[in-house]
């Protein structure tokens, strides 16, 4: 096992060097040397445009300007050996020293406004994945244990077209419903987007309110997907050997299924749950955005449109390191609750 | 773009399958298990009409409602149903019945093509990773690692504006994501097809590796390629509305199902069919496609065979 998560933690180090450069790239393409508003900007004079890109450090090449993002210029001009890189840049830590840049926009730190908005984002998607496991468990249960009867029947209908269910689509309609149509007929509704209420809000069921319609969107998608798999694991693990033995020995039907088999069956859906934690930051931003949501998915959108460039990237580097985390997580878990796997 | 765990890798049919129907190949039988399934048959249906639909939306708007999509009439905005605008007409008094039917040219259009190059790269990388191994393998693998472990919404945001999205644009950026987790499945599928004895054969008759990928290891790794490329259209055309609801796909006036759901839940809330009929439209195409892909797959899945 050990041996194993060295060997994973090694590959992981090509890979997220691979995404920062793929970022880096894209990035350097759409945005060049641009920053935003600069040219456009009638109090400045050429000379002085000249001296801001310089003291950003747009006019290195290329290959430098990549080393002092990542943090390696840094580096070689701790050791003295400045240098190599072609002149006396103003070079900033980068990446390795835990520097994200600041933003184009504002000036403020690119992990300071990610780390601001993390706790949201993680906030929505827990209770996605919480509410989504805690419905399709019993769900896959039942409908494994009456397979073929008119409830399985109904599920399996409703989970294949909650497959193709838009997700903002169906924040628009929950928006509707128990927002806009809630609030006309008089009923309780719901706010329709924030985290918390912008007077008088931030309490524990101020919260909860502006919570519940975007978590129940983004479960519901994990709900279709989530049900199917317990449902099929539940079927297979029912037909295996040792359940025949449990009932041969007269264990009742309830404490073979629900202890003996039940275990076995939930146990591959770890894996399916840990593969969703990479998404725990970006598999929410579409969500984000319908519901307003103050997470890292909105701040990525609004900066995007806003061409803050070093703000998507160094989110969209920030996230590719959770995903490339969350997947060596998922396949320690794994093997920590299903004991048949053994990493050689 | 697919979920592997959707996709069972197929294998070719056992002997005793084969034994026991003698005189029908693979794809014949494959055949009769899909004509068989009535769900997959209405799903095809539907999206045989859907395209039917893209192909002639310049007749409709000539003959049938006689509005072009992009023609405003600002003198009636947000009119309901009725004779003249049979969906009634958005905030610009644009046609809604006319704007939905070139909506599925946007959809159907740029999903077949993200498919097409997606799938065509994708196995391309994946036949050279897994028939020649080795650091070739070790260099492409990482590769596909490093696309997937970039969240793709993060990708399609960077690239949408890098392109100015139109349709063939924004075909290569979604597929730009999509062709690693293609390549991934189909290369797992090569990895077993390369050590058949059929293979050990035809090369010791001296067939070069070119034949043995394009002649050998294609045709058997088809049917998998199938399925995966049925289950991956849904997955596009989800990913194409999302992009153009969040205006970094098809750009107004250009109606898309996507951009027309944008446009909407600005004025949703006197005029709620706005919003129901694109998502309604998406929902159809996506199910459609989704269902045809579990008949396709069921269709080619030995295991499955006979199991009903």
Redesign the interface.
């Given at each position: 096992m050990a041996g194993y998560l060295a060997r994973r933690l090694l590959?992981a180090i090509?890979?997220?060097f691979?995404?920062t450069l793929?970022?880096f790239l894209?990035?350097h393409?759409?945005a060049g040397n641009y920053v935003p508003g600069l040219e456009l900007n009638p109090n400045l004079k050429p000379s002085d445009v000249e001296r801001i890109r310089e003291n950003l450090g747009l006019d290195r090449p290329l290959i430098v300007q990549y080393l002092d993002w990542v943090g390696v210029g840094s580096i070689i001009q701790a050791v003295g050996l400045a240098g190599l890189l072609g002149g006396s840049h103003n070079i900033q830590p980068g990446l390795l020293e835990g520097n994200f840049g600041r933003s184009l926009i504002d000036g403020t730190p690119v992990l300071r406004d990610i780390i601001e908005r993390l706790p949201n984002t993680i906030e929505l998607t827990l209770t996605a994945i919480f509410l989504g496991a805690a419905i399709s468990i019993p769900v896959g249960v039942v409908s494994a244990l009456r397979r073929g009867s008119r409830l399985d029947q109904t599920v399996t209908a409703a989970s294949?077209?909650g497959?193709?269910?838009?997700?903002?689509?169906l924040g628009?309609?929950l928006i509707?419903l128990f927002s806009?149509q809630f609030h006309a007929w008089g009923l309780p509704w719901l706010p329709s987007g924030g985290a918390t209420s912008p007077l008088g809000g931030g309490d524990v069921v101020d919260r909860l309110e502006h919570l519940v319609m975007p978590a129940l969107v983004l479960a519901f998608f994990y709900l279709s997907?989530w049900s199917r798999?317990v449902r099929s694991s539940m079927i297979e693990t029912l037909s295996q050997d040792y359940v025949r033995t449990a009932r041969a020995k007269g264990m009742t039907d309830r404490r073979t299924v629900y202890v003996h088999a039940l275990r076995n069956a939930v146990a591959p859906l770890v894996t399916?749950v840990g593969l969703e934690l990479?998404?725990l930051?970006?598999?929410a931003?579409?969500v984000e955005?319908?519901f307003g949501w103050p997470g890292i998915?909105l701040l990525?959108?609004q900066r995007?449109?806003q061409?803050d460039y070093t703000m998507?990237m160094g989110?969209?580097t920030f996230?590719?390191i959770l995903?490339?985390a969350g997947?060596l997580l998922a396949d320690v878990l794994y093997a920590v609750v299903d004991p048949r796997v053994r990493y050689a | 773009m697919i979920d592997s765990a959707q996709v069972a890798t197929t294998q070719p049919p056992p002997l005793e399958a084969a034994r026991a129907r003698p005189g029908r190949g693979f794809w014949r039988q494959s055949w009769d298990e899909l004509s068989a399934n009535g769900a997959g048959l209405t799903a095809a249906g539907v999206l045989v009409f859907l395209i039917l639909v893209a192909v002639t939306a310049p007749l409709t708007s000539h003959f049938v409602t006689h509005y072009v999509p992009t023609a405003q009439d600002l003198n009636d905005p947000f009119s309901k149903p009725s004779r003249i605008h049979w969906l009634g007409t958005d905030e610009l008094g644009r046609d809604t019945f006319t704007r939905l039917v070139y909506g599925a040219q946007v959809t159907l259009g740029i999903g077949f093509l993200t498919v097409a190059i997606a799938l065509t790269v994708g196995t391309a990388v994946a036949l050279v990773a897994g028939y020649y191994g080795r650091l070739l393998d070790d260099v492409l693998m990482r590769v596909v690692d490093v696309v997937l472990a970039i969240p793709p919404v993060f990708l399609y945001i960077l690239m949408s504006i890098l392109f100015r999205p139109t349709a063939i644009t924004l075909s290569v950026i979604i597929a730009s994501v999509g062709w690693a987790s293609l390549a991934r499945l189909v290369r797992s599928e090569v990895l077993s097809l390369r050590t058949r004895d059929y293979m050990l054969a035809t090369r010791s008759l001296g067939a070069g590796d070119l034949r043995l990928i394009l002649r050998h290891l294609v045709p058997n790794a088809l049917p998998l390629m199938i399925v995966a490329a049925s289950l991956a259209l849904a997955q596009v055309v989800l990913i194409e509305a999302a992009l153009d609801f969040l205006g970094l796909g098809i750009q107004p006036p250009t109606a898309s199902w996507g951009n027309m759901l944008s446009n909407a839940q600005v004025y949703f809330v006197h005029s709620t069919w706005l919003v129901v009929l694109p998502g309604t439209c998406i929902f159809i195409t996506v199910l459609a496609a989704n269902l045809f892909g579990n008949a396709i797959r069921d269709a080619f899945d030995p295991r499955l065979r006979g199991a009903a």
């Amino acid at each position: 096992m050990a041996g194993y998560l060295a060997r994973r933690l090694l590959w992981a180090i090509p890979v997220v060097f691979g995404v920062t450069l793929i970022t880096f790239l894209l990035m350097h393409f759409t945005a060049g040397n641009y920053v935003p508003g600069l040219e456009l900007n009638p109090n400045l004079k050429p000379s002085d445009v000249e001296r801001i890109r310089e003291n950003l450090g747009l006019d290195r090449p290329l290959i430098v300007q990549y080393l002092d993002w990542v943090g390696v210029g840094s580096i070689i001009q701790a050791v003295g050996l400045a240098g190599l890189l072609g002149g006396s840049h103003n070079i900033q830590p980068g990446l390795l020293e835990g520097n994200f840049g600041r933003s184009l926009i504002d000036g403020t730190p690119v992990l300071r406004d990610i780390i601001e908005r993390l706790p949201n984002t993680i906030e929505l998607t827990l209770t996605a994945i919480f509410l989504g496991a805690a419905i399709s468990i019993p769900v896959g249960v039942v409908s494994a244990l009456r397979r073929g009867s008119r409830l399985d029947q109904t599920v399996t209908a409703a989970s294949v077209g909650g497959f193709a269910v838009p997700q903002f689509w169906l924040g628009l309609l929950l928006i509707l419903l128990f927002s806009v149509q809630f609030h006309a007929w008089g009923l309780p509704w719901l706010p329709s987007g924030g985290a918390t209420s912008p007077l008088g809000g931030g309490d524990v069921v101020d919260r909860l309110e502006h919570l519940v319609m975007p978590a129940l969107v983004l479960a519901f998608f994990y709900l279709s997907t989530w049900s199917r798999f317990v449902r099929s694991s539940m079927i297979e693990t029912l037909s295996q050997d040792y359940v025949r033995t449990a009932r041969a020995k007269g264990m009742t039907d309830r404490r073979t299924v629900y202890v003996h088999a039940l275990r076995n069956a939930v146990a591959p859906l770890v894996t399916l749950v840990g593969l969703e934690l990479p998404g725990l930051v970006s598999g929410a931003l579409v969500v984000e955005v319908v519901f307003g949501w103050p997470g890292i998915g909105l701040l990525a959108f609004q900066r995007a449109i806003q061409t803050d460039y070093t703000m998507v990237m160094g989110i969209t580097t920030f996230a590719a390191i959770l995903v490339v985390a969350g997947n060596l997580l998922a396949d320690v878990l794994y093997a920590v609750v299903d004991p048949r796997v053994r990493y050689a | 773009m697919i979920d592997s765990a959707q996709v069972a890798t197929t294998q070719p049919p056992p002997l005793e399958a084969a034994r026991a129907r003698p005189g029908r190949g693979f794809w014949r039988q494959s055949w009769d298990e899909l004509s068989a399934n009535g769900a997959g048959l209405t799903a095809a249906g539907v999206l045989v009409f859907l395209i039917l639909v893209a192909v002639t939306a310049p007749l409709t708007s000539h003959f049938v409602t006689h509005y072009v999509p992009t023609a405003q009439d600002l003198n009636d905005p947000f009119s309901k149903p009725s004779r003249i605008h049979w969906l009634g007409t958005d905030e610009l008094g644009r046609d809604t019945f006319t704007r939905l039917v070139y909506g599925a040219q946007v959809t159907l259009g740029i999903g077949f093509l993200t498919v097409a190059i997606a799938l065509t790269v994708g196995t391309a990388v994946a036949l050279v990773a897994g028939y020649y191994g080795r650091l070739l393998d070790d260099v492409l693998m990482r590769v596909v690692d490093v696309v997937l472990a970039i969240p793709p919404v993060f990708l399609y945001i960077l690239m949408s504006i890098l392109f100015r999205p139109t349709a063939i644009t924004l075909s290569v950026i979604i597929a730009s994501v999509g062709w690693a987790s293609l390549a991934r499945l189909v290369r797992s599928e090569v990895l077993s097809l390369r050590t058949r004895d059929y293979m050990l054969a035809t090369r010791s008759l001296g067939a070069g590796d070119l034949r043995l990928i394009l002649r050998h290891l294609v045709p058997n790794a088809l049917p998998l390629m199938i399925v995966a490329a049925s289950l991956a259209l849904a997955q596009v055309v989800l990913i194409e509305a999302a992009l153009d609801f969040l205006g970094l796909g098809i750009q107004p006036p250009t109606a898309s199902w996507g951009n027309m759901l944008s446009n909407a839940q600005v004025y949703f809330v006197h005029s709620t069919w706005l919003v129901v009929l694109p998502g309604t439209c998406i929902f159809i195409t996506v199910l459609a496609a989704n269902l045809f892909g579990n008949a396709i797959r069921d269709a080619f899945d030995p295991r499955l065979r006979g199991a009903a």
